[in-house]
C-alpha cells in the first residue's frame, strides 16, 4: 500500500499571509498532478489576527481543513514560532505517514513527486537560499552560536554541511523551512518544538538576532535526529527562490514555471513606497533568460493582477518605463 501524504500551512489574517495562502492552495489544486486531491490542513495557532470569514469560504471550497487552536500561547509576539508548534502538533494529530509542511508564500506549478519520500529517508528538504547567519566552521564569526544551538539540540556529529543554493557558501548544514517533508513516526517535528522552546525566552518578540531561530532550530534537530543519508535534497526545481533567480549560478537556475515545481517568494508584499513598482510585477518581469510566454506564467499574472489592488496612474507610468525593453536591458545588465 502507497504511504499516506497530508498537507500542512498556517494562515493568519490581518497581512498578506491570508492571500497568500489562497494562491498556494489554488496553484496546488491546479498543478500538483497526482497530489490534486490530497488533503490540505490549514491551522491559526495564534490568538488574534483571526482568518477572514472570506477567506476560510474560499479556503473550504478548495477543500482545505482549516482550523483555529492556539498553540502559540508563549510566544504572542513571535510568528515564527507558529510554524515548529504547528508542525509539531499536526505529527501528533495528523495520522499519516509523511507530513508535509509548506509555507504560505508558495506557488506550485507541477507535480511535487519528491513528497513521497522513498522509505530510505526520514526528511525532504532544500539546503537555505543564502549564508545569512549559517557558519563555514571554527572561524566563522556565527560558531558560536551554531554550537550554543547544537548543544541544546543534541547534536553530536559536527560534520554536516551543505551549499546554500543562491550564494554557493558551504555551510553547516542550514535547511530552508519552507518546504519540509518528514516521515512522522521519525519525530522531527516534535523536537523541533523542543529546540525551540529551550532557544527562546517565553514571551520573547522577533529581533536581528533571534530572526533565524526557528529555521537553525529545525536545522539542528534534523542533525540530531537524522544520519546524513536519512535526509533527501529535493532537486532544484523545489522551493525555488525566483526574487534570486538572477543571482543564482546557472546550474541551479531554470529557465520556465514549466521546468519548476514549486516557487517560493512572497509575492504579495507590498512595497514600503507605495508610489514605485508593484513589487510581484518586478519580480516576474525581471528574470533573466527566462520564458514569459508558457501558459504557467500566464496563469499566475493573471492571478496577481486579478487579486491585487490595481496601479494607481504614478505606478502606471513608472511601471511603463521600468519594464521597456531598453530601460530592462540596462538595469537587469547591472544585476
Ligand atoms: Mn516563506
Same mark, same amino acid.
Given at each position: 500500500m502507497p504511504e499516506s501524504i497530508a498537507f500542512v /500551512?498556517?494562515?493568519?489574517?490581518?497581512?498578506?499571509?491570508?492571500?497568500? %495562502?489562497?494562491? /498556494?492552495?489554488?496553484?496546488f489544486?491546479?498543478?500538483a498532478g497526482s497530489f490534486q486531491y490530497a488533503q490540505i490542513y490549514? *491551522?491559526?495557532?495564534?490568538?488574534?489576527?483571526?482568518?477572514?470569514?472570506?477567506?476560510?469560504?474560499?479556503?473550504?471550497? =478548495?477543500? @482545505?481543513?482549516?482550523?483555529?487552536?492556539?498553540?502559540?500561547?508563549?510566544?504572542?509576539?513571535?510568528?515564527?514560532?507558529?510554524?515548529?508548534?504547528?508542525?509539531?502538533?499536526a505529527?501528533?494529530?495528523i495520522d499519516a505517514d509523511i507530513l508535509v509542511f509548506l509555507?504560505?508564500?508558495?506557488?506550485?506549478?507541477?507535480e511535487p513527486q519528491e513528497f513521497r519520500l522513498h522509505?530510505?529517508y526520514?526528511?525532504g528538504?532544500?539546503?537555505?537560499?543564502?549564508?545569512?547567519? +549559517? %557558519?563555514?566552521?571554527?572561524?566563522?564569526?556565527?560558531?558560536?552560536?551554531? /554550537?550554543?544551538?547544537?548543544?541544546?539540540?543534541? @547534536?553530536?556529529?559536527?560534520?554536516? *554541511?551543505?551549499?546554500?543554493? !543562491?550564494?554557493?557558501? $558551504?555551510?553547516?548544514?542550514?535547511?530552508?523551512?519552507?518546504?519540509v517533508a518528514v516521515r512522522r513516526?521519525? +519525530?522531527?517535528?516534535?523536537?523541533?518544538?523542543?529546540?525551540?522552546?529551550?532557544?527562546?525566552?517565553?514571551?520573547?518578540?522577533?529581533?536581528?538576532?533571534?530572526?533565524?531561530?526557528?529555521?537553525?532550530?529545525?536545522?539542528?534537530?534534523?542533525?540530531?535526529?537524522?544520519?546524513?543519508?536519512? !535526509?533527501?535534497?529535493?532537486?532544484?526545481?523545489?522551493?525555488?527562490?525566483?526574487? %534570486?533567480?538572477?543571482? /543564482? &549560478?546557472? #546550474?541551479?537556475?531554470?529557465? %520556465? *514555471?514549466?521546468?519548476?515545481?514549486?516557487?517560493?517568494?512572497?509575492?504579495? $508584499?507590498?512595497?514600503?513606497?507605495?508610489?514605485?513598482?508593484?513589487?510581484?510585477?518586478?519580480?516576474?518581469?525581471?528574470?533573466?533568460?527566462?520564458?514569459?510566454? #508558457?501558459?504557467?506564467?500566464?496563469?499566475?499574472?493573471?492571478?496577481?493582477?486579478?487579486?491585487?489592488?490595481? &496601479?494607481?496612474?504614478?505606478?502606471?507610468?513608472?511601471?511603463?518605463?521600468?519594464?521597456?525593453?531598453? @530601460?530592462?536591458?540596462?538595469? =537587469?545588465? $547591472?544585476?
Open positions: /500551512m498556517c494562515t493568519e489574517g490581518g497581512g498578506q499571509l491570508e492571500q497568500e %495562502s489562497l494562491l /498556494m492552495v489554488k496553484s489544486r491546479e498543478f490549514s *491551522f491559526q495557532v495564534r490568538e488574534g489576527n483571526d482568518v477572514s470569514q472570506e477567506t476560510i469560504d474560499k479556503l473550504t471550497a =478548495m477543500d @482545505v481543513k482549516h482550523q483555529k487552536v492556539v498553540l502559540n500561547t508563549k510566544y504572542p509576539n513571535y510568528p515564527l514560532a507558529n510554524k515548529p508548534l504547528l508542525c509539531a502538533y505529527e501528533q494529530v509555507d504560505s508564500d508558495l506557488v506550485f506549478f507541477s522509505p530510505d526520514d526528511v528538504i532544500r539546503p537555505e537560499h543564502h549564508k545569512m547567519i +549559517g %557558519s563555514k566552521g571554527a572561524a566563522d564569526p556565527n560558531e558560536n552560536y551554531w /554550537m550554543w544551538l547544537y548543544g541544546i539540540a543534541g @547534536v553530536k556529529a559536527l560534520d554536516r *554541511f551543505v551549499t546554500t543554493t !543562491v550564494d554557493q557558501q $558551504r555551510i553547516r548544514a542550514f535547511w530552508n523551512s519552507g518546504v513516526k521519525s +519525530g522531527i517535528f516534535t523536537a523541533w518544538k523542543n529546540t525551540i522552546e529551550q532557544l527562546l525566552p517565553e514571551g520573547a518578540g522577533i529581533t536581528k538576532e533571534n530572526w533565524y531561530y526557528e529555521q537553525s532550530a529545525l536545522s539542528a534537530t534534523i542533525c540530531a535526529l537524522t544520519s546524513p543519508e536519512r !535526509v533527501f535534497n529535493f532537486t532544484v526545481g523545489y522551493n525555488y527562490p525566483i526574487h %534570486s533567480h538572477n543571482a /543564482m &549560478p546557472l #546550474t541551479e537556475r531554470l529557465g %520556465s *514555471f514549466e521546468e519548476i515545481v514549486c516557487i517560493h517568494d512572497h509575492l504579495f $508584499r507590498p512595497r514600503k513606497e507605495r508610489y514605485r513598482e508593484r513589487t510581484w510585477l518586478k519580480t516576474l518581469k525581471w528574470l533573466n533568460s527566462f520564458n514569459f510566454s #508558457t501558459p504557467k506564467y500566464q496563469w499566475l499574472c493573471n492571478y496577481l493582477h486579478e487579486h491585487n489592488p490595481k &496601479p494607481t496612474f504614478v505606478q502606471q507610468t513608472f511601471e511603463a518605463v521600468m519594464f521597456s525593453p531598453v @530601460v530592462k536591458q540596462i538595469l =537587469m545588465s $547591472r544585476g
